[in-house]
Nanobody, 121 residues
């Protein structure tokens, strides 16, 4: 089993920055796709950014040029650096690890508990 722990949310003014962390523990793994999602009250969950164990990254248009996804391969921790934050970025942010088992027979998804990001003056 893999445990996922999110942190780094908070209240920030428009134009400010936050860095979210999504740490894993438990069974080690090497091959994965990690994604950040966000969901505002009354709205559908939306994808924000993606990173793979190969280091490939991708971003949805609303955050391009402002957010950066990264990971520390030695610790299997992922980050979302959020700069130039806007009020419309306000949401609960969730991380999801989609992990291939070491024997390459099973794919499992593990979700973080969510962390609140509020952008307001």
């Amino acid at each position: 089993q893999v445990q996922v722990m999110e942190s780094g949310g908070g209240l920030v003014q428009p134009g400010g920055s936050l860095r979210l962390s999504c740490a894993t523990s438990g069974i080690p793994f090497q091959t994965y796709v990690m994604k950040w999602f966000r969901q505002a009250p009354g709205k559908e969950r939306e994808e924000v950014a993606t990173i793979t164990s190969n280091g490939n990254t991708g971003y949805e248009e609303p955050v391009k040029g402002r957010f950066t996804i990264s990971r520390d391969r030695t610790k299997n921790v992922a980050y979302l650096q959020m700069n130039s934050l806007k009020p419309e970025d306000t949401a609960v942010y969730y991380c999801k690890w989609t992990i291939l088992s070491e024997d390459k027979t099973t794919v499992n998804e593990y979700w973080g508990q969510g962390t609140q990001v509020t952008v307001s003056s």
